[in-house]
């Protein structure tokens, strides 16, 4: 079981991008899928999870209201469509999934992971 980000890219500030992150050979578990970034000398941050099988989601404070995580109803993909970016959105995208089901209040805990992707990185700058 292998998950595989894609979408990353140069943009603009103010711009949008659409990360996916796919299970390689299977369909995603029925369990959360998770949204972490990373930049160079810091630990991944949790910055959105879905709940694959009810469609609950939540956000970090820091992308709340500019970034959506959705499912395709095959449930093969999770997407994180990113909106109004910022040149601190600068990261390694990193998607991940455990066990637990709800994305409750350890969702942001990476430990909380078993499967995770080889990252995308998304550069905002002019």
């Known amino acids: 079981f292998q998950l595989v980000e894609s979408g990353g890219a140069l943009v603009q500030p103010g711009g949008s991008l659409r990360l996916s992150c796919t299970a390689s050979?299977?369909?995603?578990?029925?369990?959360?899928v998770t949204w972490f970034r990373q930049v160079p000398g810091k630990g991944r941050e949790g910055i959105s999870c879905i709940n694959t099988s009810l469609s609950g989601s939540v956000y970090d404070d820091s992308v709340k209201g500019r970034f959506i995580v959705l499912k395709d109803n095959t449930l093969s993909t999770v997407y994180l469509q990113m909106n109004n970016l910022k040149p601190e959105d600068t990261a390694v995208y990193y998607c991940a999934q455990g066990r637990r089901d709800a994305c409750d209040d350890t969702w942001s805990d990476v430990n909380e992971y078993d499967y995770w992707g080889q990252g995308t990185q998304v550069t905002v700058s002019s």
């Open positions: 050979g299977y369909i995603l578990h029925t369990a959360r």
